[in-house]
């Protein structure tokens, strides 16, 4: 389809971003059994779980300016969290046999996301309101794990502490990013990721700790900190969130390539990825068998290879069917979506045709 003569285009950008943080969302999930039997996977899972989550949530974030009513959002985020519950249920109680109820105020396995980005949604026109929300969103995040609240009640912790950069994504300028990549940024941004991997391989100080410092999930007590030490060290996570979120940005292509169509589909990624690692840990030893370098180089080459597979037409026809499922009453055209960020429409500088994400 054309408009005013000129093929409609994306920010490939984004969509390039988007594919390697999905496949390091998969890569993350299923190293998550073997990453304490070799140093090679426990540099690895450190390295995601430091920025994936939070670079996501800030793409989000980003492509969800515009406020979308109520029911929008229960048709794009509510219902397919409903019935995506309902597949976890029945794969757990029928196929694994794992011992479960339907908790949907406890969102299973990595369904908390779409939860939170529903809360997100909800509440950032209103939160966006408040005075100096931006610093009282960081202070949230950092007081929760002072709380003894269930860690995975309607996914509060995790709301609340990646909140920051949801709201961060929803008032980032593109143009500052067009501005920042400089050929000398992009070298400072290169040895600033260096220098953190190095970080986490020369570093002995970091492996007292436990990666899920940056799970957002889990309260001070159980990481196992002292509240003000678990608050410093939930600043940390925030400050290399944002630094490795941006410094990523500087250095990914904004050229189409080969793999940039994933970017748009992500969410049936994020679902088939995660009924399928639930199926393998639940039948069988063989994720928690990785011992060996090359084992763990095979195992992410695995990942890889679902990540390709799990964006075919065949699944995302499923997802899209989904999230095209209406309330009753009138019905009412909705873009449809392959990924978990809303569809947002928004003309950037030089495009014709609002972005789909």
């Not at 943080?21 to 390295?47: C, P, Q």
């Not at 950069?165 to 008032?171: P, S, W």
């Not at 050929?183 to 990721?193: A, E, M, P, T, V």
Request: aromatic residues 16%; hydrophobic residues 45%; positive net charge.
């Amino acid at each position: 389809m054309m408009s005013s003569g000129k093929q409609q285009s994306r920010d490939y950008l984004f969509d390039n971003y988007k594919v390697l943080l999905i496949a390091l969302v998969v890569m993350g999930h299923f190293i998550e059994l073997s990453y304490r039997n070799n140093d090679f996977l426990y540099t690895v899972k450190w390295l995601i779980v430091s920025f994936h989550m939070p670079a996501f949530i800030f793409i989000s974030g980003y492509f969800s300016k515009r406020d979308l009513p109520l029911k929008t959002l229960i048709q794009k985020l509510l219902i397919p969290y409903l019935v995506y519950e309902l597949l976890y249920y029945a794969l757990y109680t029928f196929i694994i046999e794992k011992p479960t109820e339907l908790y949907l105020l406890y969102p299973k396995f990595s369904l908390w996301y779409i939860q939170a980005l529903f809360f997100w949604r909800l509440l950032t026109p209103v939160i966006r309101r408040i005075p100096g929300y931006m610093i009282l969103s960081v202070i949230a995040g950092l007081l929760v794990g002072c709380s003894d609240m269930p860690d995975n009640l309607l996914s509060i912790p995790r709301t609340l502490v990646f909140f920051p950069f949801f709201l961060a994504g929803t008032r980032f300028d593109r143009s500052l990013l067009t501005r920042f990549r400089t050929r000398k940024n992009q070298w400072l941004s290169g040895i600033f990721i260096v220098s953190f991997i190095l970080f986490l391989i020369l570093e002995p100080e970091h492996k007292t700790l436990s990666p899920k410092i940056f799970y957002g999930r889990y309260n001070y007590d159980y990481l196992g900190q002292t509240a003000l030490d678990g608050i410093l060290c939930r600043l940390f996570c925030y400050a290399i969130g944002f630094a490795m979120t941006f410094a990523i940005a500087l250095l990914i292509s904004e050229k189409r390539l080969r793999c940039s169509f994933a970017g748009s589909r992500t969410m049936a990624i994020y679902l088939f990825h995660g009924l399928t690692y639930s199926l393998l840990k639940g039948s069988s030893n063989i994720l928690s068998g990785i011992h060996t370098v090359t084992g763990s180089i095979l195992l992410l080459g695995f990942c890889i290879l679902l990540t390709a597979i799990f964006s075919f037409s065949p699944f995302t026809r499923f997802t899209n069917m989904v999230s095209g499922l209406t309330l009753p009453g009138k019905r009412k055209q909705v873009p449809k979506t392959d990924d978990f960020p809303l569809p947002k429409r928004r003309f950037l500088p030089g495009n014709l045709l609002p972005q789909n994400i």
